[in-house]
Nanobody, 122 residues
Framework: QVQLVESGGGSVQAGGSLLLSCAAT????????MAWFRQGPGEERAGVAS??????YYADSVKGRFTISQDSAKNTLYLQMNSLKPEDSAVYYC?????????????????WGQGTQVTVSS
């Protein structure tokens, strides 16, 4: 059973930065395919960034501002978020357990963390 625990969320002003972390445990955990998603109020869960077998993918809205990375020794996935905007406010989720599908489809992942809230004020 895979367990994912996100941390690092909080409240910042526009232009600020946050570093999200996702600690993964479990015998079936695979670091080869992980992703960050976010879900705002009344919105669908949307892909933010993913790393699959060393290749990174980003939503157009975060390219150049967010960076996804991994520390395999610590079984931890990171999302460095810079130049934050109010529209980045959402609950951010870590995901793994990749299935067939595009990187930014929530249905392409079987395992999810509980989420961490990010709030960006203008």
């Amino acid at each position: 059973q895979v367990q994912l625990v996100e941390s690092g969320g909080g409240s910042v002003q526009a232009g600020g930065s946050l570093l999200l972390s996702c600690a993964a445990t479990g015998a079936t955990y695979s670091a080869a395919c992980m992703a960050w998603f976010r879900q705002g109020p009344g919105e669908e869960r949307a892909g933010v960034a993913s790393v699959r077998r060393g290749t990174t993918y980003y939503a157009d809205s975060v390219k150049g501002r967010f960076t996804i990375s991994q520390d395999s020794a610590k079984n931890t996935l990171y999302l460095q978020m810079n130049s934050l905007k109010p529209e980045d406010s959402a609950v951010y989720y870590c995901a793994t357990g990749c299935r067939v599908g595009t990187w930014d489809s929530q249905f392409a992942y079987a395992d999810w963390g509980q989420g961490t809230q990010v709030t960006v004020s203008s």
